[in-house]
């Protein structure tokens, strides 16, 4: 046998069966994901009225979806979400919990300044535009792979560990050249991702899945011309 033949980088290489998630938390995730998610967007859009009591009508319109969506079966709402959208990503949930854990530190500590300046401080980061940015550019990656317009299976790709340690070298750009881990930056979001992508799988065993969903992708739309037209404004 060759050295080449021999050589541990051919197993990453090969055509070999995906690591794929245990079957029995998938709906649990699922649950628990889609209110996650609905919990975090209609709160958000909550916030967008001036009036007090639209603001805490949305509030609880967002809490009732949350627990309307843990409701297991047809008649919970996961269960219409999930013919149409699958599982969301763990960063669209990461990033709804870490949206939700803001609300409640600013209505239940509002003298804590700190936390939102440094909240302001992460969304002004050249790194979380640069990660939006690359986040969109992979969605339409993936939707023209949806339609074979691609040379290669993108999607399929998804699956290798190359896929997974190519994310995972991202995730680490903004520390290895700024060789320092800063509060400034945006938060360990991505990391937290992969490692518990690395570890359980989920939600599909591809890493695609795990970082970007339908909704998250319109979602970084929206965050960029905001973030566009705030820039210019300026």
């Not at 290489?13 to 209110?35: F, S």
């Not at 009732?64 to 079966?73: E, Q, S």
Request: with cysteine; net charge positive; proline share 7%.
């Amino acid at each position: 046998m060759s050295l080449l033949d021999s050589s541990w980088w051919l197993r990453l290489l090969q055509d070999a069966a995906p690591l794929l998630p245990q079957p029995g938390y998938l709906a649990v995730l699922r649950h628990a994901g889609w209110a996650l998610v609905l919990a975090a967007l209609l709160s958000s859009s909550a916030q967008l009225f001036t009036a007090r009591r639209l603001r805490d009508a949305g509030g609880l319109l967002a809490w009732t979806m949350a627990l309307w969506a843990c409701i297991p079966g047809p008649w919970g709402l996961s269960y219409w979400l999930g013919l149409a959208f699958q599982t969301p990503s763990l960063m669209a949930m990461a990033l709804s919990l870490y949206y939700l854990w803001q609300r409640l530190a600013q209505r239940k500590w509002p003298h804590t300044v700190q936390a939102s300046s440094l909240a302001s401080s992460a969304q002004r980061s050249p790194w979380l535009y640069r990660y939006a940015l690359l986040g969109m550019a992979l969605g339409y990656l993936l939707l023209l792979d949806t339609f074979a317009y691609l040379p290669l299976a993108l999607y399929a790709w998804g699956f290798s560990p190359l896929a997974y340690a190519l994310c995972l070298l991202l995730a680490l750009l903004p520390w290895v050249l700024g060789a320092r881990w800063s509060q400034t930056e945006p938060p360990p979001a991505l990391l937290l991702v992969l490692a518990v992508f690395g570890l359980m799988r989920w939600p599909t065993g591809n890493v695609w899945d795990a970082v970007l969903d339908p909704w998250l992708f319109v979602g970084l739309h929206v965050y960029l011309v905001a973030r566009y037209r705030a820039d210019h404004r300026e």
